[in-house]
Structures are given as structure tokens and as C-alpha cells.
């Protein structure tokens, strides 16, 4: 997820090389990911099914749309659309699962059904507004205001106490609100929402949810340097995801809403965002080397 955005959000400032590299992190990391779900599913369905409850599972359906709307922006409709289709059949049902599952009290996990939900609206979106293909409009808008019922209820549930003691997921709750943004901004410039008073909704969905996550990026911020958390954990690459996907979604809003500021904006956030995924990916290499034994 996270060097999927990362290559969108570098393929929107023109760093087509760099968008490339971190395009091919994603598929591959994606091929592995999706190798180890099939075995699971074949081989260990007591541990699948286990899994499938847990709100990270749904990191299956967002890491899909991700890596499709990636595909969508490089003109490759067709690759988009299989993989629109192979999220969609697996969206509902771990989408079920998960929210059964809910309690009081979550980590940021909890916003993860917003994310899986919203990464379908981008990508219906996208595919309808750069491939023609107009009758995704509206799945992606009635997509759109699930995932902003489905954030509502994630914040009703989410655990505050994590902003100061969480590992990493806890960005999740400013991310999601980004995704919502793009989401909105995608739907915009598409036929559903071209023109007319749809039009003036969708862009001023897309400042609300953007203006909420980038206030919920500053008050994370913020927690972060109050309360460091220097070690390496795997939850820090939900940390990566939220930053990249804040940079992406202002980058985006800018020209479908008319508000030239979000660009220079999101050109700092990105460079942020692939700061952080530098220095995460590095703590991740320093954490795997072999303790010294003492003399």
C-alpha cells in the first residue's frame, strides 16, 4: 500500500522513474502477499478464517485498488479493471467479517473498512473518468458515502489513547479521511460529478476531507514528537500509507477544485512521505540483522 501511493503520488510531480521503481515494490510486494492469501486459503483455513476477522485483513481489498488505480494512471485499463474486480469480490465478505468483529476501544486498524471501502471508490472513479467508462460513476459514489458511514462509525470505536501510545496504525484514523478526499476529489472530475449542483457537493466534499485529515496529520505530528517511539514495528508502514496518501490526495484536489495551494502542499507532504519510508524501511533492515553475541 504504502509504495503503491507513493508511485502515484511520484508519477503526479513528474518523477516518472522514481514512480516506476516504487510501482514495481508494490506489484511485487503484491505477488507475494497474494501468493501467501492463496496458500492460507487452500492449505490452513483455521488460520485464514482467524485472520479474516482482524481489520488488517481488509489491507487485501485497499493494497488492490492501490495498486489499480496505479495501473489505471499508467494507461493500462484492462490490468485496472481485473484487479477492481478481484477487490470487489473480496471486499464484502471480509468487510462483513471484520465489522462483526468490532469493540470498544481499537487501534487505528478500526478505519481500515473506510480505507478498503474509499480504495474501491478511487479506483471505480478513475476507471470511469480516464477509460470512459461512465456507468462506474455511481458505483463509485454510492462506494464514497459508505466509506464516510463507515468512518463514523471507526471513530466511534477508535481508542484516542492511541495517538500518544500507538505503534504505527494509529495514522490510520488521518489516512482514511485522505483517502475519503481523493476519493471525493477522483469523483469530481468524473461524470458523475462534472457539472452541476453534484459538482459543487463533491468539491466541497473533498476540502472537508481533506482540511480533516491534514488537521489530523498535524495533531498526530504532534503526538509524535511529545511521545517518540523510535523502534522499529511492522505497524509503522500504516504509518507510511497515511503520509503518502495525504501528499496524493492534495496533489490531486488541486486542480479539480480550483485551489492552487493544495499543489505546492502536497509536493512537501510527498517528499515527507518517501522520507519516512526511507527511514522505516531501515529500521525494518537494522531490526532483521543478528544480535551480537557478548564476548
Not at 510531480?13 to 497474494?34: C, E, K, M, Q, R
Not at 478498503?116 to 470511469?128: D, K, P
Not at 501528499?247 to 517528499?271: D, F, I, K, S, Y
Amino acid at each position: 500500500m504504502a509504495a503503491g501511493i507513493l508511485s502515484v503520488g511520484l508519477e503526479l510531480t513528474g518523477h516518472g522513474l522514481l514512480s516506476l521503481a516504487a510501482l514495481a515494490v508494490a506489484a511485487a510486494l503484491w505477488l507475494l502477499l497474494a501468493a501467501d492469501f492463496a496458500v492460507r486459503l487452500t492449505a490452513d483455513r483455521g488460520r485464514f478464517r482467524a485472520e479474516a476477522d482482524t481489520p488488517a485483513a481488509l489491507t487485501a481489498v485497499a493494497a488492490t485498488t492501490v495498486l489499480g488505480t496505479r495501473l489505471s494512471q499508467l494507461g493500462r485499463p484492462e490490468a485496472a479493471a481485473a484487479l477492481l474486480v478481484l477487490a470487489a469480490l473480496l471486499w464484502p465478505g471480509l468487510l462483513l467479517s471484520v465489522v462483526r468483529h468490532w469493540r470498544r476501544r481499537m487501534p487505528g486498524g478500526v478505519f481500515l473498512g473506510c480505507v478498503a471501502t474509499q480504495g474501491l471508490a478511487v479506483l471505480s472513479a478513475a476507471l470511469a473518468t480516464a477509460h470512459r467508462l461512465d456507468w462506474l460513476a455511481p458505483a463509485a459514489l454510492a462506494l464514497f458515502c459508505l466509506g464516510v458511514l463507515l468512518y463514523a462509525l471507526a471513530l466511534l470505536r477508535f481508542d484516542f489513547r492511541e495517538v500518544l501510545g500507538g505503534a504505527g496504525d494509529h495514522w490510520v484514523a488521518g489516512g482514511s479521511l485522505a483517502i475519503t478526499a481523493l476519493a471525493a476529489a477522483k469523483l469530481t472530475a468524473s461524470p458523475a460529478g462534472a457539472a452541476g449542483p453534484a459538482h459543487t457537493v463533491l468539491r466541497s466534499a473533498t476540502l472537508t476531507a481533506l482540511a480533516l485529515s491534514l488537521l489530523w496529520y498535524a495533531v498526530l505530528l504532534a503526538a509524535e514528537v511529545r511521545s517518540p517511539r523510535p523502534r522499529y514495528d511492522i505497524r509503522r508502514w500504516s504509518t507510511v500509507f497515511p503520509l503518502g496518501m495525504t501528499a496524493t490526495a492534495c496533489l490531486t484536489a488541486a486542480p479539480v477544485t480550483g485551489v492552487a495551494p493544495l499543489r505546492p502542499l502536497g509536493e512537501v507532504l510527498l517528499w515527507i512521505a518517501v522520507a519516512a519510508c526511507a527511514l522505516t524501511c531501515a529500521a525494518f533492515l537494522r531490526s532483521r540483522r543478528p544480535a551480537r553475541r557478548p564476548r
